[in-house]
């Protein structure tokens, strides 16, 4: 199996432990400041993207002095470093994708790198994406019925609308269950649910939800 990971440049202290995902067959990608913060960690992207206009003279010459694929572009453009790093990953067709650093500091940022998750699903794509943080593990999901883990680090699981409506969705094994209930854009009905068993379901018919996954 295939895996990218990519780093972006968010707070440093909101990441999680990276060790934890040096794996083999782990492909590690920058974007922009991302790239020194993992070369600082001792891990050497494969490639980076940016207009590199968050680091120094001197921060550059040692990503350019350990990076050998860069993808350099200027500020003035139509995607963000980010969706560019996240398109070339979802072209390499990875079984999985993990976006870390994209949460935290400047809000426009993170919700813009929320909304990216979108393009692939509406795609049919059947990558699955998460962006991770030290507190939250969030993804998108499209209609179907989904099996769900219980896990003691991040207990609180929120189910958000992305789409006007979420129809249909019914949980169960959860602390607060739910039967086909429809759920509109800006209800805060499936907020900080919680698995009461190891594994538990949700299923919906229509609509795309913003699954997220945290701890205090």
């Given at each position: 199996m295939v895996h990218i990971n990519i780093l972006a440049g968010g707070p440093v202290e909101l990441l999680p432990n990276l060790n934890e995902?040096?794996?083999?067959?782990?492909?590690?990608?920058?974007?922009?400041?991302?790239?020194?913060?993992?070369?600082n960690m001792n891990i050497t992207p494969q490639i980076a993207f940016g207009d590199f206009d968050s680091v120094t003279k001197q921060e550059l010459m040692i990503i350019e002095e350990n990076v050998e694929n860069m993808k350099i572009y200027k500020p003035e453009k139509n995607e963000t470093d980010m969706e560019l790093a996240l398109n070339w990953a979802i072209e390499q067709r990875?079984?999985?994708?993990?976006?870390?650093?994209?949460?935290?500091?400047?809000l426009d940022h993170f919700l813009a790198n929320v909304q990216l998750l979108v393009k692939p699903l509406m795609e049919d794509n059947n990558v699955k994406i998460f962006l991770i943080d030290k507190q939250n593990i969030i993804s998108l999901k499209g209609p179907g019925s989904y099996k769900i883990k219980m896990r003691s680090d991040k207990k609180y699981i929120s189910f958000v609308?992305?789409?006007?409506?979420?129809?249909g969705l019914t949980l169960e094994g959860f602390k607060y269950p739910l039967k086909n209930r429809h759920i509109s854009i800006g209800s805060t009905l499936c907020i900080s649910n919680e698995l009461v068993s190891d594994n538990?379901?949700?299923s919906f018919s229509e609509g795309i939800l913003l699954v997220i996954r945290s701890n205090d």
């Open positions: 995902y040096k794996q083999e067959n782990e492909v590690w990608v920058g974007v922009d400041r991302g790239v020194f913060t993992l070369i990875p079984d999985l994708i993990r976006v870390f650093g994209a949460s935290g500091g400047r609308p992305l789409t006007l409506s979420v129809k538990g379901t949700f």
